[in-house]
T-cell receptor, first 114, second 114 residues
Framework: EAQVTQNPRYLITVTGKKLTVTCSQN?????MSWYRQDPGLGLRQIYY???????DKGDVPEGYKVSRKEKRNFPLILESPSPNQTSLYFC?????????????FGQGTRLTVV | DQQVKQNSPSLSVQEGRISILNCDYT??????FLWYKKYPAEGPTFLIS?????DKNEDGRFTVFLNKSAKHLSLHIVPSQPGDSAVYFC?????????????FGKGTHLIIQP
C-alpha cells in the first residue's frame, strides 16, 4: 500500500529537549515536505526537499532542521523545541516527474511542547 | 500576506443539496490548483485539481471551476452526502517557480446536515 508514515503520532516534550519526527514514504517520490497546521492559519510549509541531499526552506523554517540522506526518509528535527512549536505536523511526498502532481500526506504528528 | 484565501471558516449544507466552497488567490504565477479534504486525526487527502489552462474539471460528484480573470476557484459537491463533512483546503502552486510546495488556504469546515 502506497503511504507516507510519520512517527510518533503524538508527542509531549519539554522546552529545550531535542526531538526528531520521522517520515518515510514507499512510493519512490522525489519531493518531500513538512507542513505545520495551526488553528486559523491552515497548513504552512516548513521545509522541502527535491531529492536526496537537496533541501530548502519553506515559509516557516525557524527552529527546525531537516535532512534527506535517503530518498524514502525525511526527518524533521527540533534542536531546542519551544512552546510556540506546539502544533500538528504533516509530512508529504509527491513525484517530481511531469507537471505538478498532488502530494500525499502522512497521518500527522501532534506535538506539545511544555 | 495571505496568497490563498478561503473566507468562509465553515459552511452548513443539507444532505442532498449542492455544497459550494470558494477560494481566492492573489499570486498570478499560480498555475495549478488543488482541493484537499481532511478528516479529524487524519492527514489531508487529495480530492481534485485543475490546471490554469482549464476552467473546469469534473470527477464524479466533485467539480472544480477556475476563473483566472477573477483569481477565483470553487469546488462544487453534488449531491452532498454525510461523509463529505470535513475540512476542505484549497491549495495552489507555481509549478515553474523552482520551489516545491503548496500554498494552502486556512480551510473551510463543511458540515452536511441530515
Amino acid at each position: 500500500e502506497a503511504q507516507v508514515t510519520q512517527n510518533p503520532r503524538y508527542l509531549i516534550t519539554v522546552t529545550g529537549k531535542k526531538l526528531t519526527v520521522t517520515c518515510s514514504q514507499n512510493m519512490n517520490h522525489e519531493y518531500m515536505s513538512w507542513y505545520r497546521q495551526d488553528p486559523g492559519l491552515g497548513l504552512r510549509q516548513i521545509y522541502y526537499s527535491m531529492n536526496v541531499e537537496v533541501t530548502d526552506k519553506g515559509d516557516v523554517p525557524e527552529g527546525y532542521k531537516v535532512s534527506r540522506k535517503e530518498k524514502r526518509n525525511f526527518p524533521l528535527i527540533l534542536e531546542s523545541p519551544s512552546p510556540n512549536q506546539t502544533s500538528l505536523y504533516f509530512c508529504a511526498s509527491r513525484t517530481g516527474t511531469g507537471s505538478f502532481t498532488e502530494a500525499f500526506f502522512g497521518q500527522g504528528t501532534r506535538l506539545t511542547v511544555v | 500576506d495571505q496568497q490563498v484565501k478561503q473566507n468562509s471558516p465553515s459552511l452548513s449544507v443539507q444532505e442532498g443539496r449542492i455544497s459550494i466552497l470558494n477560494c481566492d488567490y492573489t499570486n498570478s504565477m499560480f498555475d495549478y490548483f488543488l482541493w484537499y479534504k481532511k478528516y479529524p486525526a487524519e492527514g489531508p487527502t487529495f480530492l481534485i485539481s485543475i490546471s490554469s489552462i482549464k476552467d473546469k474539471n469534473e470527477d464524479g460528484r466533485f467539480t472544480v471551476f477556475l476563473n483566472k480573470s477573477a483569481k477565483h476557484l470553487s469546488l462544487h459537491i453534488v449531491p452532498s452526502q454525510p461523509g463529505d463533512s470535513a475540512v476542505y483546503f484549497c491549495a495552489a502552486s507555481d509549478s515553474g517557480g523552482g520551489a516545491d510546495g503548496l500554498t494552502f488556504g486556512k480551510g473551510t469546515h463543511l458540515i452536511i446536515q441530515p
